[in-house]
């Protein structure tokens, strides 16, 4: 089946670094890409969707300067978040779908982000 | 906005009993409700999902209903074992926003052996 990639599955970055997240799509075009966010114990977080070629969307509240957002190509896209501060560190997961089955989404492994 | 609400929060049974979890969406628009298992330190994995042209829909032990007029839908999973122990989600999307999820509380599922 449809399988997401992320890398790296956990980092540790510096206050005040910047650290890149990958999500690719291994075996299907994905023509949407979305980010979230999300804390323990808590649900997924919708940060930004981001279709590829074009600009992504951010929901309220998220700074789309802190964390870019890149869809270069239909198996990749890329969360930058910049200035890194402790308050960042979180779990961050991607996802995922395309034109082969409308609507059905996967969800990359997730990526651990510790900032100190 | 679109809201889903997901209960129970946790629930705990004991192995080889049936564990349900129910989901309301407020969006009538929504035509795609996804049934995702995280386990702890990993992403959510698709297990089932329904969409609206249908009332139920069967994987083996896991089965989920829709039910269009009320807004709600269901996970039915028979026979639990302690491998089912996880953090369940639903989510619900209408099919214009691009696969665009709203996601429930998430449930907390224990089985017991």
């Known amino acids: 089946g449809a399988v997401v990639s992320q890398h790296p599955s956990r980092v540790i970055c510096k206050s005040g670094t910047s650290v890149k997240i990958e999500c690719r799509s291994l075996?299907?075009?994905?023509?949407?890409m979305f980010w979230y966010r999300q804390f323990p114990k808590q649900s997924l977080m919708l940060m930004a969707t981001?279709?590829?070629?074009?600009?992504?969307?951010?929901e309220q509240g998220v700074e789309k300067d802190k964390f870019l957002i890149n869809h270069a190509s239909l198996t990749l896209s890329t969360l930058t978040v910049t200035s890194a501060h402790p308050e960042d560190s979180s779990f961050y997961i991607c996802?995922?779908?395309?034109?082969?089955?409308?609507?059905?989404?996967?969800f990359g492994e997730g990526s651990w982000l510790t900032v100190v | 906005g679109e809201n889903v609400e997901q209960h129970p929060s946790t629930l705990s049974v004991q192995e080889g009993d049936s564990a349900v979890i129910k989901c309301t969406y407020s969006?009538?628009?929504?035509?795609?409700f996804p049934w995702y298992k995280q386990e702890l330190g990993k992403g959510p994995q698709l297990i089932i999902d329904?969409?609206?042209?249908?009332g139920e829909k069967k994987d083996q032990r896991i089965a989920v209903t829709l039910n269009k007029t009320a807004k709600h839908f269901s996970l039915h999973i028979t026979e639990t074992q302690p491998e089912d122990s996880a953090v369940y989600f639903c989510?619900?999307?209408?099919?214009?926003?691009?696969?665009?999820?709203?996601f429930g509380q998430g449930t907390e599922l224990s089985v017991k052996p």
């Open positions: 075996d299907f075009q994905a023509t949407t």
């Open positions: 981001s279709n590829e070629g074009s600009k992504a969307t951010y």
């Open positions: 989510a619900a999307s209408r099919g214009n926003q691009g696969g665009k999820l709203i």
């Open positions: 996802s995922a779908s395309g034109t082969q089955r409308p609507n059905t989404i996967y």
């Open positions: 969006d009538s628009a929504s035509n795609y």
């Open positions: 329904i969409r609206s042209n249908v």
